[in-house]
Every structure is written in C-alpha cells, then in structure tokens.
C-alpha cells in the first residue's frame, strides 16, 4: 500500500518565524514530489514541485528532498497571516499515479 | 484564461438525482484527473484519462460513477442516483505529457450537496 502521511497540526507558528511542514512517503521508487496550499472552501494550489536530493529554494519557501530517508519537508521562512492554510504533500509513484497526504492545518498567528 | 476549468461551481441536488459535472483542462495536457475531497482530508483519487483513454478507475469508486472524456480534450463526470454520501468537493486537475514528472493544476472544483 503506497502511503504518503503529514501531521494533521493544526501547526500554529508566530508570524515572521520560520514554519516547517513535514511529509513521509513509503515507495522508495518515487521520483517526484510536490507541495500544495488549499485555502478552505478553495482547490490545491501547486507551491513547489522537487526531484532531487537536497534544497530547492523559491522566495519564502523552501523545499527539501531526503530520498534515503524518504522525508520530504517545506519551509517557510518569514511566515505571513496569509500563509495560513492547509498544505499537501503529493508524490508521484508511477507514470501517472499521485498519492497524497491528508494535509497539514497552518496558522500564522499575527 | 488558460488554466483549468470546471463547471459548475456548485450544484445542489436531492437525493436520487443524477448530475453531471465538466472540466476543461489545459489546453497541451493530456493527462487529467478526477479527485474528490472531503473535509480535513486530501484529494482522493477517482479516475484517470491520458488523451481519450480512460486508464484507470478507483477501486472504491461504485458503478453510479461513470467518466469520459470523448475527444481527449474536456471530460465529464457522472454521478448516478446521488446520496448523500456523495455530498463534497470534486476535483478535476491535468497535467502536461512527460514520465511523471510534471505538475499536475487543479480547476476551482464542484462543490456537491446532496440533500
């Protein structure tokens, strides 16, 4: 069963701290890996996509790629009230296949 | 605008209805998506087209559900003899051709109350 789990938070950071969003997958196989912000009531919103080891870095946010230990995080650096949101984490598993997590609940409290 | 597209917005149906819901993908992707979400949960998947094909169809979709997308460019989705358990989100997104690795973009969803 190919699984891809985040803590459900809700995660509460102060605004201007840095909010770390963490993701497990389970197939050692997955090549690509991707992070989405959903405001209630609205679609996911594609943030950042990585497919290698190590940092990738776009503006406030950073994600990162450990594939031997099958983690994979974001960061968000100078957190922002409307940063709040819940994000997921989705992995590719195949040519096609996307499993996603059940989201991460952020709040910036201002 | 290119993105993807999804109609309706929202839809109020009573139980035993059937409904029918569109999506419009980007235009040079041929890979497309149905989801459903409920709340607190993440996008769970319901079916996949690349071009016309259907290629795969979840397990725990029950056969009132029935997809197609005729001509490899928008796709409809068909829910028969609604209940209320069908009530939440549905999701349409696609993505451009290439192994697997290329974003997948979501419309703004349907949102279904069956009452």
């Known amino acids: 069963q190919k699984e891809v789990e985040q803590n459900s938070g809700p995660l509460s950071v102060p605004e201007g701290a840095i909010a770390s969003l963490n993701c497990t997958y389970s197939?050692?196989?997955?090549?690509?890996f991707f992070w989405y912000r959903q405001y209630s009531g609205k679609s996911p919103e594609l943030i950042m996509s990585?497919?290698s080891n190590g940092d990738k870095e776009d503006g406030r946010f950073t994600a990162q790629l450990n594939k031997a230990s099958q983690y994979v995080s974001l960061l968000i650096r100078d957190s922002q009230p409307s940063d709040s949101a819940t994000y997921l984490c989705?992995?590719?598993?195949?040519?096609?296949?996307?499993?996603w997590g059940a989201g991460t609940k952020l709040i910036i409290k201002p | 605008d290119t993105g993807v597209s999804q109609d309706p917005r929202h839809k109020i149906t009573k139980r035993g209805q059937n409904v029918t819901f569109r999506c419009d993908p980007i235009?040079?992707?041929?890979?497309l998506y149905w989801y459903r979400q409920t709340l607190g949960q993440g996008p769970e998947f319901l079916t996949y087209?690349?071009?016309?094909?259907?290629?795969?169809k979840s397990r725990l979709l029950s056969d009132r559900f029935s997809a197609e997308r005729p001509k490899g460019s928008f796709s409809t989705l068909e829910i028969q003899r609604t209940e209320q358990g069908d009530s939440a989100m549905y999701l349409c997104?696609?993505?451009?051709?290439?192994?697997?690795?290329?974003?997948?973009?979501f419309g703004q969803g349907t949102r279904l109350t069956v009452v």
């Open positions: 997104a696609s993505r451009d051709r290439g192994y697997g690795n290329t974003e997948a973009f």
């Open positions: 235009s040079e992707h041929n890979r």
């Open positions: 087209f690349q071009n016309e094909a259907q290629l795969e």
């Open positions: 197939d050692r196989g997955s090549q690509s």
């Open positions: 990585i497919y």
């Open positions: 989705a992995v590719n598993y195949s040519n096609y296949q996307l499993i």
